[in-house]
């Protein structure tokens, strides 16, 4: 393949790949303990120049990744709504195991554990969380009463590298190979009838999924107009 055409390509799968992440921003703007994806890339050479004169044409390789960034804290006054205002994460046991989240707002199961919206139940230091129907007190540290009753303190853990974890569908995240520790006192806070915004700017992907897609347009132009270039040639010497 012509080098130039094989730089246009990859350039063009790059910004579809980042066109995925934005539309998934932009999907994801408005929920709870969203974190954005980010397209990384860099460029890399295809190969050494055959002669002294012509330059290794780069092509673009990209990877995405999520940022972890603290997103905007809003009260909703929901007592079963809760915000991490910290690094750290809420562990929830689900069909495979424990998760990751950020996404704080709660609800209660049939049978009166605190759970996600999507029926996971939240882990306490002791495991599932039952609070019954009364009403719900949860402190900053996360010890949570039911009516008079202290049941259990919600289970905030941290991991050595977040950008290692593993995105699960949109707010789960899965700690691959590491070992999620309980969070040191004092240094994540829960805050109970608030959530945490997705950090997800609006404006800021709208710009960028424009200027994304206008990339990716000038890149198939590249390409094409590469394509008709080899071919010409090709044609020319055919009737030389």
């Known amino acids: 393949m012509n080098a130039g055409i094989y730089s ?12 995925d992440a934005i539309t998934n921003n932009l999907a994801n703007g408005s929920t709870p303990g969203f974190k954005a994806e980010r397209l990384v890339q860099r460029a890399a050479q295809i ?8 330059v290794p044409t780069p092509i673009t390789r990209g990877a995405l990744e999520t940022d972890f960034s603290q997103g905007p804290i809003q009260p909703t006054d929901n007592p079963l709504d809760v915000a991490l205002a910290g690094n750290g994460f809420l562990v929830v046991d689900g069909p495979h195991g424990e998760r990751l989240t950020r996404r704080g707002n709660l609800a209660t199961d049939a049978e009166g554990f605190l759970a996600t919206s999507d029926g996971w139940r939240v882990q306490g230091e002791n495991g599932d969380l039952h609070v019954g129907d009364g009403k719900l007190a949860i402190a ?5 009463r039911a009516g008079d009753l202290t049941v259990g303190k919600i289970r905030v853990v ?3 590298d977040p950008s290692h974890l593993v995105r ?9 190979t590491q070992a ?3 969070a040191a006192p004092g240094t994540v806070e829960v805050r109970q009838g608030a959530l945490e915004g997705a950090n997800v700017s609006p404006v800021e992907n709208l710009v960028a ?6 990339g990716f347009e000038a890149y ?8 008709q270039t080899t071919s010409r040639a090709i044609s020319d010497v055919g009737r030389v």
């Open 158 to 160: 941290t991991v050595p």
């Open 180 to 182: 999620p520790v309980d």
């Open 47 to 54: 190969g050494t120049a055959a002669r002294a004169t012509e």
């Open 220 to 227: 198939m132009r590249a390409a094409e107009q590469l394509d």
């Open 140 to 144: 900053p540290d996360g010890t949570v």
């Open 8 to 19: 246009a390509v990859s350039g063009s799968v790059s910004a579809l790949t980042r066109l």
């Open 209 to 214: 999924l424009v200027d994304t897609m206008r």
């Open 168 to 176: 699960e569908g949109g707010t789960t995240f899965a700690a691959g």
